[in-house]
C-alpha cells in the first residue's frame, strides 16, 4: 500500500487535512512544523524577488520600503536588507497559509524539489519523507519511510523502519541515487514486500 507524499510531513506522519473550516487538525507541533514551512517559503519568494530585480531598480525599490517601514516602526536602519526584505514580504501577492497547505499536500513532491532548489543548501540537512509503503515482518506490523536528501549533484535516499505503535526506528544506508526525484520515490514504490523485508532485516539488531 502507498500514498502520495502529499500525506507525509517532514518525519513521515500523516498530514492531517483541513476541516471544514479552513483551519489545521493536527498536533500543535506539527501545526508549527507546517507554518515553518510556510514562513520558508515566503522567504524563498523574497529571495528569488531580490534576485531578478535589476541592480539600478533597488535604491529606488529601499526609498520605498524605508518610508514604508518607518511608517510601521519596523525600520532597521542598521540592516537595510532586513528593511528591504520586509516590505517586498509585503508587496508580493503571497497567499494565505491555508491556501498554501492545500496546494503543499497536493503537490508535496513539487514543494520539496523547488524548495530545496532557490536557496542556497546546507553543508548538512535532515533526510524529508516523501512516501511511505507498509509491510509484515514476523506477524508484526511495519512501515517503511522513503526518505530524501540532496546530495552533491543528485537526489539521495534511505528506508526508515518503525514499527507500528512504537517510536524507535532502524534506518537503512543510503540506497538511492537519482538525478530526478520523481525517479527516486519511483523506485521505492516498485519494491516488493520481499525486497522490503531484506531491506529491514538488514536494519535490525
Known amino acids: 500500500?502507498?500514498?502520495?507524499?502529499?500525506?507525509?510531513?517532514?518525519?513521515?506522519?500523516?498530514?492531517?487535512r483541513l476541516d471544514h473550516g479552513g483551519s489545521s487538525t493536527g498536533s500543535p507541533a506539527h501545526s508549527a512544523a507546517l507554518k515553518g514551512r510556510y514562513e520558508e517559503y515566503c522567504r524563498q519568494q523574497v529571495f528569488l524577488l531580490l534576485k531578478i530585480i535589476p541592480r539600478e531598480a533597488v535604491r529606488p525599490l529601499y526609498r520605498r520600503?524605508?518610508?514604508?517601514?518607518?511608517?510601521?516602526?519596523?525600520?532597521?536602519?542598521?540592516?537595510?536588507?532586513?528593511?528591504?526584505?520586509?516590505?517586498?514580504?509585503?508587496?508580493?501577492?503571497?497567499?494565505?497559509?491555508?491556501?498554501?497547505?492545500?496546494d503543499y499536500e497536493t503537490h508535496r513532491l513539487a514543494h520539496v524539489s523547488a524548495g530545496l532548489g532557490v536557496l542556497p543548501l546546507p553543508e548538512s540537512m535532515e533526510p524529508v519523507a516523501v512516501e511511505f509503503r507498509?509491510?509484515?515482518?514476523?506477524?508484526?506490523?511495519?512501515?517503511?519511510?522513503?526518505?530524501?536528501?540532496?546530495?552533491g549533484d543528485a537526489w539521495r535516499g534511505l528506508i526508515r523502519f518503525q514499527r507500528d505503535g512504537e517510536d524507535g526506528h532502524f534506518r537503512t544506508g543510503e540506497i538511492f541515487r537519482e538525478d530526478n526525484l520523481q525517479d527516486l520515490r519511483d523506485r521505492f514504490i516498485s519494491f516488493t514486500a520481499p525486497n522490503l523485508r531484506s531491506f529491514l532485516r538488514s536494519t535490525l539488531p
Open 1 to 16: 500500500m502507498t500514498v502520495g507524499p502529499e500525506l507525509l510531513d517532514t518525519v513521515g506522519t500523516p498530514v492531517d
Open 65 to 102: 520600503a524605508r518610508t514604508w517601514a518607518t511608517e510601521r516602526g519596523v525600520h532597521e536602519s542598521e540592516d537595510p536588507m532586513s528593511t528591504l526584505r520586509l516590505f517586498c514580504r509585503e508587496i508580493l501577492p503571497l497567499p494565505p497559509f491555508d491556501a498554501w497547505l492545500l
Open 134 to 151: 507498509r509491510l509484515e515482518h514476523e506477524a508484526e506490523a511495519w512501515r517503511g519511510t522513503l526518505e530524501v536528501y540532496r546530495g
